[in-house]
């Protein structure tokens, strides 16, 4: 008996960008007792059903996006005669879907860590429940994930989380509903010590693939302190301080490493944070900016951004400290007028943002936005191929349309046209190659230009560029630089490097491997 874990995946480059960090987390969550699960990452090679006996045990994740091709799986695996358990974000908000369309045999809501050996060993024993919950775990209790199951050679950079949850709002985001508003932070010991494992093999680009890296701002203190909530500002006080206690132990690791996060805004307000963090060797974040105008912010509940020259200014206090910006920026909210657009280039290209991404609003469902769009669409709702456009995920990507939400003034046409042009514009060769110039080396530069193409391709394949025969000409150029660009992130592997030996009181829980060097 064999358990496979699979992340399901529509486009097979080969290579990938980022490790997809569950598979290595479930796979330190899995029993001992039943071997080492086999590890299937569909964004670099597909399933090959004939792997898979019956009696096996196959786990599948599904965020949204994928989910299509995660039920796929889950119906090929049926057919081999397995057990089908799914989780992830997708199969938390809709535990009943993987019944009704992927032939579940179970789901699994909320984080895997803890409650995943006790499904497989329940399905072992032919008495597994429908559905299990695995809540939202202590930061305490998150796994260290199995990276001795991980083919270094086939990704560019390793993913580790540090925190989860987010204390904000925001309309089009579901992560401060599904992973909550109270910030779950993991032991720094036991994040550090994941990091020397990834440095031995090798890897010395690591995501921080958390939410937001900076959950406690300046005014959150201010407000605890002028509420007198002691115990508030006590709490704050020590997320704050192990902060500070993560980025002082990332800063003593080998020099070349290079970190990247996602982060708020607000993180300017505070330089000695992000000198903290350029000492870490965090050398870029992603921003999510989302709009350049108040009436845009608003509207997105995320009244705490900048605007306008306000927002270039803030943008530029990270470079100036040392930490390149991804800005992150929505294309499609109802605020967007055919001006936007090329303001919204504009304050990217004036603001010294290092890369930039133009998204366009969808409704993921979990955000404020999706319920409010559900409401509106349940009197009339738009049917596609006999699938309400609210269920979006279920119709097939070839004929899915790509703007979701009427816009009031624009059509999709127009908007996916005006987007396509800020993509292009931001990524012109000329601008490309000025930006190149923060790059200490001709080499880096280099790596830097096709870095940025490779970016640009990787998105035309998700529903920015309009048509097949574009999509499948930049899906074989994506191909062809994502080869290239992995060896640049490659490093030699330092199997000798000696990790920080904890003092045992302060060593975490389940930190899962331990290293004396
Ligand atoms: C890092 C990250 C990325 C990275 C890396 C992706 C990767 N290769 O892993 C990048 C930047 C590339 C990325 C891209 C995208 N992302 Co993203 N990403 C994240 C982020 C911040 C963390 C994910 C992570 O690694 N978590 C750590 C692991 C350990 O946690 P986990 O995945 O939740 O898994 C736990 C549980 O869910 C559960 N579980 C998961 N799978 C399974 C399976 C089984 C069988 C079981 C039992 C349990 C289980 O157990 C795990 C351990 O506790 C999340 C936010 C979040 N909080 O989840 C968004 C998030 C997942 N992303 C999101 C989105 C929308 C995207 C994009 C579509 C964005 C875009 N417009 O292009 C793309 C999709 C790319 C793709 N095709 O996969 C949304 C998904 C929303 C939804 N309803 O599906 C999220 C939730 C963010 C949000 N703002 O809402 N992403
Ligand atoms: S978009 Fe970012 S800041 Fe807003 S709720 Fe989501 S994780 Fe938090």
Redesign the pocket.
């Known amino acids: 008996m064999s358990v496979h874990?699979v992340n399901p995946?529509d486009h097979s480059f080969g290579t990938?960008?980022?490790?997809?960090?569950?598979l290595f987390?479930?796979a330190s969550a899995t029993p001992r007792s039943v071997g080492d699960p086999i590890l299937v990452d569909e964004?670099i090679e597909v399933i090959d059903p004939a792997t898979i006996a019956a009696g096996d045990i196959v786990?599948?994740?599904v965020?949204?996006?994928?989910v299509l091709r995660g039920y796929e799986v889950g119906r090929i695996a049926k057919e081999r005669g397995a057990t089908v358990?799914?989780?992830?974000?997708?199969a938390?908000?809709f535990p009943e879907e993987p019944f009704e369309r992927g032939c579940a045999d179970c789901v699994?809501k909320?984080?895997?860590?803890v409650?995943?050996g006790r499904?497989v060993n329940d399905c072992l024993a032919g008495r597994q429940q429908r559905v299990y919950d695995?809540g939202k775990i202590e930061g305490e209790e998150f796994l260290a994930a199995r990276w001795d199951l991980m083919d270094p050679a086939k990704y560019m950079w390793a993913?580790v989380?540090t925190i989860?949850g987010c204390a904000k709002h925001c309309s089009f985001?579901?992560?401060w509903r599904?992973?909550g508003q109270k910030p779950r932070q993991r032991a720094y010991q036991s994040v550090i010590d994941e990091i020397v494992d990834l440095r031995r093999r090798g890897f010395r680009f690591i995501?921080l693939?958390?939410?937001n890296f900076y959950p406690v701002t300046l005014t959150d203190l201010r407000l605890a302190r002028q509420q007198n909530d002691l115990i508030k500002l006590e709490s704050l006080e020590r997320v704050r301080g192990e902060r500070f206690a993560l980025m002082a132990e990332l800063a003593k690791l080998p020099k070349d490493m290079v970190f990247f996060t996602?982060i708020t805004m607000e993180a300017a307000e505070d330089t000695g944070y992000l000198d903290a963090m350029k000492k870490a060797n965090i050398k870029g974040a992603l921003v999510g900016v989302e709009a350049v105008t108040p009436e845009g912010l608003k509207s997105v509940f995320k009244d705490f951004n900048y605007s306008g020259e306000a927002l270039a200014r803030q943008l530029q206090t990270f470079k100036k400290h040392g930490v390149h910006v991804l800005g992150s920026f929505i294309f499609g909210l109802t605020t967007d007028q055919p001006s936007t657009f090329k303001a919204t280039v504009d304050v990217a290209l004036r603001s010294g943002v290092t890369f930039a991404q133009f998204?366009m609003m969808?409704p993921?469902?979990?955000t404020v936005d999706f319920a409010r769009w559900e409401k509106e669409q349940s009197l009339n709702p738009t049917m596609v191929d006999g699938t309400p456009i609210t269920r979006y995920w279920l119709i097939p990507t070839r004929i899915r349309p790509t703007m979701l939400t009427p816009h009031p003034s624009m059509s999709p046409e127009e908007i996916m046209e005006r987007t396509q042009g800020v993509w292009d514009r931001f990524y012109d060769w000329k601008s490309v190659w000025t930006r190149s110039a923060c790059t200490p080396s001709l080499r880096a530069r280099l790596a830097f230009v096709l870095l940025s193409k490779l970016y640009r391709q990787m998105y035309a394949g998700?529903g920015i560029s309009t048509d097949s025969a574009r999509r499948q000409k930049a899906k074989s150029s994506a191909r062809w630089i994502a080869r290239q660009t992995r060896k640049i992130f490659q490093a030699k592997p330092m199997p000798d490097l000696v990790g920080p030996i904890w003092e045992p009181k302060a060593k975490p829980r389940n930190t899962g491997l331990v290293y004396l060097g």
């Open positions: 874990l995946s990938a960008v980022i490790t997809p960090r569950w987390v479930l964004s786990g599948i994740s965020h949204s996006a994928n358990v799914y989780g992830g974000i997708h938390t908000l699994v909320g984080d895997g860590d409650v995943w499904v695995g993913s989380q989860r985001c579901s992560v599904t992973d995501a693939a958390d939410d996602q998204v969808t993921f469902p979990g998700t």
